[in-house]
């Protein structure tokens, strides 16, 4: 694995945006399995150093010692400039959008960076699963300016494939800001995540925000409002299976919390039928790396119980929780709703 290849790591990101070299030196040794001696050559400190800083009995203050560490390690150069714990802006600034408003139709762009950041941006994807997503914004914040930055340089393709990796990471910080209660910049991401996508030609993309507003506004409490938005992305032309899907099944909980129990329980057959006809995640865009068919049968439970067809929704479930004994969390969580689901039925 070259040094490159270590930064992809969500962890090690994470502690880089935080400032926390103890912890960037420990995952860095534990990813690379160098001793505290060998990573000591590469920032020009002795063992003893190293091991004083991993046991937090020395706080790095200096900049030649930060620079140091920077340059040995390797860290990616769109990191250099990230140095919050948490967000200081949650929407999207001035700057940003002036710079996507400004594709030329000139220029070449290595797109190296770009791809690169793709796939660090799929795995702060897996990690928010288990690492709060506010201690990785500063990292994804820093990487959707790397990529802006391509933009006015870039044309035809090349500019559609960075709108749309633009676009995937404005939906990421739009997901986190609405967990944080930041309800007004989660809106603003997410529709510039949506125009994003729309000018760089990605059907899926574009389906996936406005599909992610209607969930914003069915939580919000405004099924009615919620269910139109969520057919919107449904009825959008050009969208693969698991993109229809997954709108297919925010619009059946919409139709579930209006009272239109036939229409939502439709919708999830549909929704189902499309999921499970893509049960490979390479055949799903990579945001929806986690609408497996197992999930899709955790999804169709939902919507059968908020239609209160109990049997139906304790039949999904039988189907899936002896595949969940791994994940203890989840197996509870269902095990209580199969339960409630068999008693109700």
Same mark, same amino acid.
């Given at each position: 694995m070259s040094r490159r290849d270590l930064w992809d790591d /969500?962890? #090690? %990101?994470?502690?880089?945006?935080?400032r926390?070299?103890? /912890?960037? #030196? %420990?995952?860095?040794?534990?990813?690379?399995g160098l001793s505290q001696s060998k990573v000591g050559e590469?920032?020009?400190?002795?063992?003893?150093?190293?091991s004083n800083?991993?046991?937090?009995?020395?706080?790095?203050?200096?900049?030649e010692v930060i620079q140091r560490i920077v340059t040995g390690l390797g860290m990616p150069p769109e990191l250099g400039g990230v140095g919050l714990s948490g967000p200081t802006l949650w929407g999207p600034d001035p700057e940003l959008r002036e710079r996507v408003a400004h594709a030329q139709a000139r220029g070449r762009v290595d797109l190296g960076t770009a791809e690169r950041l793709s796939r660090v941006l799929a795995e702060h994807r897996r990690a928010e699963d288990e690492m709060d997503g506010?201690?990785?914004?500063a990292v994804v914040r820093s990487q959707l300016d790397a990529v802006t930055r391509l933009i006015p340089e870039s044309s035809g393709p090349t500019a559609d494939t960075l709108h749309v990796l633009a676009a995937e990471h404005a939906h990421w910080l739009s997901w986190v800001a609405w967990q944080e209660e930041q309800r007004g910049p989660a809106l603003?991401?997410?529709?510039?995540?949506?125009?994003?996508?729309?000018?760089?030609?990605?059907?899926?993309?574009?389906?996936?925000?406005?599909?992610?507003?209607?969930?914003?506004t069915l939580r919000a409490g405004d099924p009615l409002r919620?269910?139109?938005?969520a057919e919107a992305a449904r009825t959008m032309p050009g969208l693969s299976p698991a993109a229809e899907a997954i709108a297919a099944h925010t619009a059946s909980m919409a139709a579930a919390a209006v009272g239109e129990r036939d229409r939502a329980m439709r919708l999830r057959d549909r929704a189902l039928a499309l999921a499970l006809s893509v049960p490979d995640e390479g055949d799903r865009p990579a945001w929806l790396y986690y609408l497996t068919p197992d999930r899709a049968r955790l999804h169709a439970a939902d919507t059968a119980a908020a239609c209160h067809r109990w049997a139906d929704a304790a039949?999904?479930?039988?189907?899936?929780?002896p595949r969940l004994e791994g994940y203890p969390r989840d197996y509870a969580h269902y095990a209580a709703r199969l339960a409630e689901a068999e008693r109700r039925s």
């Open positions: /969500a962890r #090690l %990101r994470a502690a880089a945006a935080q926390d070299w103890a /912890a960037v #030196l %420990r995952r860095y040794r534990h990813l690379t590469l920032i020009a400190m002795t063992q003893g150093y190293v800083i991993e046991r937090e009995q020395h706080t790095i203050t200096s900049a506010p201690v990785l914004w603003a991401w997410i529709d510039a995540a949506h125009g994003w996508a729309v000018d760089g030609g990605h059907h899926d993309m574009a389906a996936w925000a406005v599909r992610v507003r209607g969930w914003y919620a269910l139109r938005t039949a999904e479930l039988r189907l899936v929780l």
